[in-house]
């Protein structure tokens, strides 16, 4: 099945390149958090400069998939995979598509769910050691010269000089690839066992057709799948669209079952500070430039909150389509949900594994309020023996 889509918008505001500062309306030391329920995760990984959240949270939402199908108790023995070979794959895929539909689709860095598990479906998985993908001279991915220099080469096939397409030219984007990325190695060892990257993903015990992403908005009937109408989800992604209720149910579903989830959504909200918190407040974000992190939630040091509770926006179904249809609700970028926790007021967050580094408060994780999540979640991906019965049912699906 073909899942979701989550991707990173890249924006800038020149009070931001200048390097100024974004105020933080709330404090992490203003709430103390009680965990109710928390499912294991991979450590937490840093993107950097690559607009490739989508990748980092699908793999760790399938890291978590095989800890749970295997039983996995001892850390020693989580899957690393790979975000760059899937990166690397995802990249030759779309410049393909690109040129079949002679330029008309987004040729950026973001991507979505569904691009990482059609990858893994394709061509497979690999071990983090096994292929880092950076031979250009940088420890954590810098990927704004690499975007260019595709974009340029894809842009320059599409005008097809010669009036018709050579059978060459993919192999130009293999080229750049091996330059930048490093070529892939046929086969490649893990805790003694050598692997194919299909061996590899055929010995981690999941199955890929297990995977159903969910959104819901009213612009589409419910309980029928649609592509979500974001530039990103360039592989046209279908979700399954239900009520806004019945989304909620899934995500608290998966926790309480032991099952992780694989979130999409808007962070350009003041709400979503650096410093670890996600919260619904009535206010615009301004997002900044440099890392993945700067532009959404700036740098430097966050301002003491004035109070020590933000009154947070209440969300109904009518709430989300207006903020989906005047785009204050945008496909930003991709996180790991997998847990729930509890404020000192009995308030309900989610707990969130992020992938730019051990950034903010809790070291690379976020806690999310349960109103922040309503609003802002444009789709999630879980595995199907996560979804009540119920909602299985009314799709049509076992």
Same mark, same amino acid.
């Given at each position: 099945?073909?899942?979701?889509?989550?991707?990173? =918008?890249?924006?800038?505001?020149?009070? #931001?390149?200048?390097?100024?500062?974004?105020?933080?309306?709330?404090?992490?030391?203003?709430?103390?958090?009680? +965990?109710?329920?928390?499912?294991?995760? =991979?450590?937490?990984?840093?993107?950097?400069?690559?607009?490739?959240?989508?990748?980092?949270?699908?793999?760790?939402?399938?890291?978590?998939?095989?800890?749970?199908?295997?039983?996995?108790?001892?850390?020693?023995?989580?899957?690393?995979?790979?975000?760059?070979?899937?990166?690397?794959? %995802?990249?030759?895929?779309?410049?393909?598509?690109?040129?079949?539909?002679?330029?008309?689709?987004?040729?950026?860095?973001?991507?979505?769910?569904?691009?990482?598990?059609?990858?893994?479906?394709?061509?497979?998985?690999?071990?983090?050691?096994?292929?880092?993908?950076?031979?250009?001279?940088?420890?954590?991915?810098?990927?704004? &010269?690499?975007?260019?220099?595709?974009?340029?080469?894809?842009?320059?096939?599409?005008?097809?000089?010669?009036?018709?397409?050579?059978?060459?030219?993919?192999? !130009?984007?293999?080229?750049?690839?091996?330059?930048?990325?490093?070529?892939?190695?046929?086969? #490649?060892?893990?805790?003694?066992?050598?692997?194919?990257?299909?061996?590899?993903?055929?010995?981690?015990?999941?199955?890929?057709?297990?995977?159903?992403?969910?959104?819901?908005?009213?612009?589409?009937?419910?309980?029928?799948?649609?592509?979500?109408?974001?530039?990103?989800?360039?592989?046209?992604?279908?979700?399954?669209?239900?009520?806004?209720?019945?989304?909620?149910?899934?995500?608290?579903?998966?926790?309480?079952?032991?099952?992780?989830?694989?979130? !999409?959504?808007?962070?350009?909200?003041? !709400?979503? +500070?650096? $410093?670890?918190?996600?919260?619904?407040?009535? $206010?615009?974000?301004?997002?900044?430039?440099?890392?993945?992190?700067?532009?959404?939630?700036?740098?430097?040091?966050?301002?003491? %909150?004035?109070?020590?509770?933000?009154?947070?926006?209440?969300?109904?179904?009518?709430?989300?389509?207006?903020?989906?249809?005047?785009?204050?609700? =945008?496909?930003?970028?991709?996180?790991?949900?997998?847990?729930?926790?509890?404020?000192?007021?009995? $308030?309900?967050?989610?707990?969130?594994?992020?992938?730019?580094? &051990?950034?903010?408060?809790?070291?690379?994780?976020?806690?999310?309020?349960?109103?922040? %999540?309503?609003?802002?979640?444009?789709?999630?991906?879980?595995?199907?023996?996560?979804?009540?019965?119920?909602?299985?049912?009314?799709?049509?699906?076992?």
């Amino acid at each position: 099945m073909k899942k979701i889509l989550v991707s990173l =918008t890249i924006l800038a505001v020149s009070a #931001f390149i200048s390097g100024a500062q974004r105020p933080s309306p709330v404090n992490p030391s203003d709430y103390q958090f009680t +965990t109710v329920k928390e499912n294991p995760v =991979t450590p937490v990984k840093n993107q950097f400069r690559s607009g490739t959240c989508w990748c980092f949270s699908a793999l760790s939402f399938l890291e978590s998939e095989v800890i749970k199908a295997k039983s996995l108790k001892d850390p020693a023995l989580y899957p690393d995979f790979s975000e760059m070979f899937v990166v690397r794959k %995802a990249y030759y895929d779309r410049a393909r598509k690109y040129v079949r539909l002679d330029g008309k689709l987004n040729f950026a860095a973001g991507s979505d769910f569904g691009d990482v598990l059609e990858v893994a479906r394709t061509y497979g998985l690999m071990d983090q050691n096994a292929y880092s993908g950076m031979q250009y001279g940088y420890d954590l991915p810098v990927q704004g &010269e690499l975007d260019a220099v595709l974009k340029g080469y894809v842009e320059a096939v599409v005008k097809n000089p010669n009036r018709k397409l050579t059978q060459v030219w993919p192999k !130009g984007i293999d080229g750049i690839l091996d330059a930048y990325m490093g070529e892939i190695p046929a086969t #490649f060892t893990v805790n003694g066992a050598s692997y194919t990257p299909e061996s590899y993903r055929d010995a981690q015990g999941i199955d890929l057709d297990d995977y159903i992403g969910f959104t819901s908005y009213t612009h589409h009937p419910f309980y029928t799948a649609f592509a979500i109408e974001v530039e990103d989800n360039w592989r046209w992604t279908p979700s399954w669209n239900v009520t806004l209720d019945e989304f909620m149910s899934i995500i608290d579903n998966a926790i309480d079952k032991g099952y992780t989830v694989a979130w !999409g959504g808007d962070v350009s909200e003041e !709400g979503f +500070t650096r $410093n670890g918190l996600a919260i619904l407040i009535d $206010n615009s974000a301004k997002p900044t430039t440099g890392s993945d992190q700067e532009r959404w939630v700036g740098k430097g040091e966050d301002k003491p %909150a004035e109070k020590p509770a933000v009154k947070e926006l209440e969300v109904t179904q009518e709430l989300r389509q207006l903020m989906f249809d005047e785009k204050t609700s =945008t496909d930003d970028h991709g996180m790991h949900l997998y847990g729930i926790a509890k404020d000192q007021n009995g $308030n309900k967050y989610y707990l969130i594994k992020n992938s730019w580094g &051990e950034a903010g408060a809790f070291k690379g994780h976020w806690y999310m309020s349960e109103n922040f %999540a309503k609003a802002k979640t444009l789709n999630i991906v879980v595995n199907k023996k996560a979804v009540p019965k119920e909602i299985l049912k009314k799709l049509g699906l076992k």
